[in-house]
């Protein structure tokens, strides 16, 4: 029996750093991607910079939102202690009303572009 609970430890910790690693990574990558935008951005476009690249941003910010709280879940699966699971539930409740609203403003960023590009367009 010992055994297998080492071996469930073991698997957990290693799941559990794998999903922040992407996380980081994600992070990473939303970064690199961000940034090589902004370096291509041409005069001649009509969106707002700002807002494209916080769409590019956001993005990769959420998805490594989700691997962090998969990480979180996978944690306190093998470990489920009455602190470690209101722990949880306070990490989740945050992170999930970080994500909707991160999404509902990702959401709404391509309106905003749209609406740009008109007024821009009736300016020429």
């Known amino acids: 029996m010992e055994t297998a609970e080492l ?3 073991y698997t957990v910790r290693v799941v559990a750093l794998l999903l922040e690693f992407t996380a980081v990574l994600c992070i990473v ?16 476009d009509y969106s707002p910079l ?12 959420a ?10 879940i996978i944690q ?6 009455y602190e470690h ?8 409740v945050i992170r999930t009303f970080l994500n909707y609203f991160l999404n509902k403003e990702l959401s709404e960023l ?3 572009i749209k609406a740009h590009l008109g007024n821009q367009e009736g300016q020429l």
């Open 29 to 44: 990558i939303g970064m690199v991607t961000t940034f090589m935008l902004w370096l291509n951005i041409r005069q001649a």
């Open 85 to 92: 699971l209101i722990e949880l539930g306070a990490i989740a």
């Open 110 to 112: 391509p309106k905003h």
């Open 50 to 61: 700002y807002n494209r690249l916080r769409l590019k941003f956001g993005g990769w910010l």
């Open 7 to 9: 071996i469930l430890a």
């Open 76 to 81: 306190t699966t093998a470990n489920p202690t």
């Open 63 to 72: 998805l490594a939102l989700e691997f962090l709280l998969a990480a979180d």
